[in-house]
C-alpha cells in the first residue's frame, strides 16, 4: 500500500466528493417533490388515477440507471427538436444531465416508499380527520402527508444511501466526481488499489454520516412515538 | 412504427444471454456468500460475527461500479502473481469473472442481512427441539433451518435478484460484452444513440417481466401449505 500517494491526492478526491454531494443532494430533493404528487395519485382509490404515473414508475424501476442516463446524455441527441431547442445548452452538459436523469430514476422510487406509507397509516385517523369536518385537501396536508413523511422517512434514507452509490455512474458521463476522479487519477499514477480503497472509504464515510444525520432527523420528528398504536 | 437496428439485432440478443449468464452466475456466487455471511452474523463466535458484520456494511457502503473497477483493475497484479507461483504467466482475471465476483460480493452482502432476517425469524423452538432429537448442528442446519428460512428469505432474495440484473449493465463499463456494450458499440457505426438505448432498456424491462412472473411462481410455490396471515 503505497500511503504517499494516498494523501497526495487526497484533496483531489475531496473535490470529487463534494460534487458527488452536490449531484446526490439535489436528486434526492428534486426526486422528492417529483414523487409526492405520483405517490399520491398512486395511493388513490381512484383506479384512472392509479395508472397514470404507473408506467413512469414502471419504466424508471425496470431499467438500469445506465440505461437511462446514456438515454438521456447520448440519446436525446439524436433529434433535431431537441438540439435546437432553447433547453439545449442544458442536456448537453453532462452533470445536468445526471442530475436530471438521477432525479427521474429516484422519484419513481420514492414515489412507491410514499405509497406505501399513505396506504399504512391506520384508516381510524383517515376517518377521525374526515370526521372532524376536515376537506380531503386538509387531511391530506395536516394529517395524511406529515404521518406519511414519519412512515416513510427509514425507506426514504436507504434511498438516499442508495442514490449515493448510484451517483458512481456519473463517472461514465465524463464528470469528475468521486469515481469519475479516481478513475482520472488511477490514469494517471497507475496505482488502483490505493485510489479506489480511498475513494471506498470516502463513500463510507459519507453513508455513515447521512445513516447518523437520517437518525437525528428520526429524533426530531419523532418517529418512534408515532410507531405504536 | 419498426425500429431498423441495421443489423445489430442478432448481437444484442447475444448480449442478451450474457446478461443471463452473469446475472445467474453472480446470483450462484451470492447465494453462497449472503447464506456464509448469514451464518456468521448469526453464530456465538464473536469474531465469526465482527467478520460477517463487517463484510456487510463494507461491501454495502461502496458503490457497485467501484467494487466492479476495482475488482477488475485492482486484481491485475495480484493475479499475475498468482498465474507465476501456477506456471501460467501472463494469467488475467476476464470481465465476465471480474464481474461475476463482483456483482457477487455485492448481492451477497444484501443477502446476508436477508437470510440472516429469516433466520431469527425461525421460532427458537425448532432448533431446540432438533437438539433434543439427538440431532447433529449440521443436520439441524439442514433439516430444519435451512427449508424453512427459504420460505421467508425468497421476497427478499427476489427484489435482491432484480437489483442484480439491472446492475449487471455496469460490467460494460470493463467491456463484457452485454446488452449495454452490444448498445455502445451498435450506436458508435449506426449514431443512432436513442433507438439503441431504448431497445436495450425494453430488454431490461423484459428481463425483470420474466423474473418477476418466476418469483411469483416460486413464492406460490414455496408457500403451498401456508395460510396468509389476516385472510
Redesign the interface.
Known amino acids: 500500500m503505497n500511503w504517499d500517494v494516498i494523501i497526495k491526492y487526497l484533496p483531489r478526491l475531496a473535490d470529487g466528493a463534494i460534487l458527488t454531494l452536490e449531484l446526490v443532494a439535489i436528486a434526492v430533493i428534486a426526486g422528492l417533490i417529483l414523487a409526492i404528487p405520483m405517490g399520491i395519485a398512486r395511493a388513490s382509490r381512484n383506479p384512472w388515477l392509479r395508472a397514470v404515473p404507473y408506467g413512469y414508475i414502471?419504466?424508471f424501476r425496470?431499467?438500469?440507471?445506465?440505461?437511462?442516463l446514456?438515454?438521456v446524455y447520448?440519446?436525446?441527441?439524436?433529434?433535431d427538436a431537441v438540439r435546437n431547442s432553447s433547453l439545449w445548452p442544458y442536456l448537453r452538459d453532462p452533470f445536468w444531465c445526471t442530475v436530471l436523469t438521477m432525479t427521474l430514476h429516484t422519484a419513481a422510487y420514492i414515489a412507491e416508499i410514499l405509497r406505501g406509507a399513505l396506504q399504512a397509516i391506520p384508516r381510524g385517523e383517515v376517518e377521525a380527520a374526515r370526521a372532524l369536518g376536515m376537506s380531503k385537501g386538509k387531511a391530506l396536508y395536516y394529517i395524511l402527508l406529515p404521518r406519511a413523511a414519519r412512515i416513510g422517512l427509514p425507506a426514504y434514507s436507504n434511498e438516499v444511501i442508495l442514490m449515493?452509490?448510484?451517483?458512481?455512474?456519473a463517472?461514465?458521463v465524463t464528470l469528475l466526481e468521486l469515481?469519475g476522479m479516481?478513475?482520472t487519477i488511477?490514469a494517471r499514477t497507475y496505482l488502483?488499489?490505493e485510489i479506489?480503497?480511498a475513494?471506498?472509504v470516502f463513500?463510507?464515510l459519507i453513508?455513515?454520516v447521512l445513516v447518523q444525520g437520517f437518525k437525528l432527523l428520526e429524533r426530531w420528528l419523532r418517529v418512534d412515538a408515532c410507531q405504536g398504536r | 412504427m419498426t425500429i431498423d437496428l441495421h443489423g445489430f439485432g442478432p448481437a444484442l440478443l447475444a448480449g442478451m444471454l450474457m446478461t443471463v449468464k452473469l446475472a445467474l452466475c453472480a446470483l450462484l456466487l451470492g447465494l453462497v456468500l449472503g447464506l456464509l455471511g448469514a451464518l456468521a452474523k448469526t453464530s456465538p463466535n464473536k469474531p465469526l460475527q465482527w467478520l460477517g458484520g463487517t463484510y456487510s456494511t463494507?461491501v454495502r457502503?461502496?458503490?457497485?461500479?467501484?467494487w466492479v473497477?476495482?475488482i477488475y483493475?485492482?486484481t491485475?497484479s495480484l493475479v499475475n502473481r498468482i498465474g507465476e507461483a501456477l506456471n501460467i504467466p501472463g494469467l488475467e482475471l476476464s470481465a465476465f469473472a471480474a464481474g461475476v465476483i463482483a456483482l457477487g460480493l455485492c448481492f451477497g452482502a444484501y443477502a446476508t442481512e436477508v437470510f440472516r432476517g429469516a433466520i431469527l425469524a425461525i421460532p427458537k423452538g425448532h432448533r431446540e427441539a432438533g437438539l433434543a432429537l439427538g440431532l447433529s448442528r449440521g443436520r439441524i442446519l439442514s433439516r430444519i433451518i435451512l427449508p424453512q428460512m427459504w420460505r421467508i428469505a425468497l421476497p427478499g432474495l427476489g427484489n435482491l435478484f432484480m437489483i442484480l440484473m439491472?446492475?449487471?449493465?455496469?460490467v460494460?463499463?470493463i467491456g463484457l460484452e452485454e446488452i449495454?456494450r452490444h448498445?455502445?458499440i451498435g450506436?458508435t457505426v449506426t449514431?443512432?444513440?436513442?433507438?439503441f438505448?431504448?431497445v436495450?432498456?425494453i430488454m431490461?424491462?423484459a428481463l425483470?417481466?420474466i423474473a418477476m412472473t418466476g418469483m411469483y411462481f416460486l413464492e406460490r410455490r414455496a408457500a403451498r401449505g401456508f395460510v396468509r396471515a389476516g385472510e
Do not use: N
Not at chain 1, 425496470?62 to 437511462?68: M, S
Not at chain 1, 447520448?74 to 433529434?79: I, K, M
Open positions: 414502471f419504466f425496470g431499467t438500469p440507471l445506465l440505461v437511462q446514456f438515454l447520448y440519446g436525446l441527441a439524436q433529434f449515493l452509490k448510484a451517483s458512481a455512474l463517472s461514465t469515481t479516481a478513475r488511477i488502483p488499489v479506489f480503497f475513494a471506498g463513500y463510507l453513508s455513515f | 463494507l457502503g461502496v458503490p457497485e461500479l467501484l473497477l476495482l483493475f485492482g491485475v439491472k446492475d449487471t449493465a455496469l460494460s463499463v449495454m448498445a455502445q450506436v449514431k443512432q444513440p436513442f433507438t438505448y431504448m436495450a432498456a431490461y424491462l425483470t417481466v
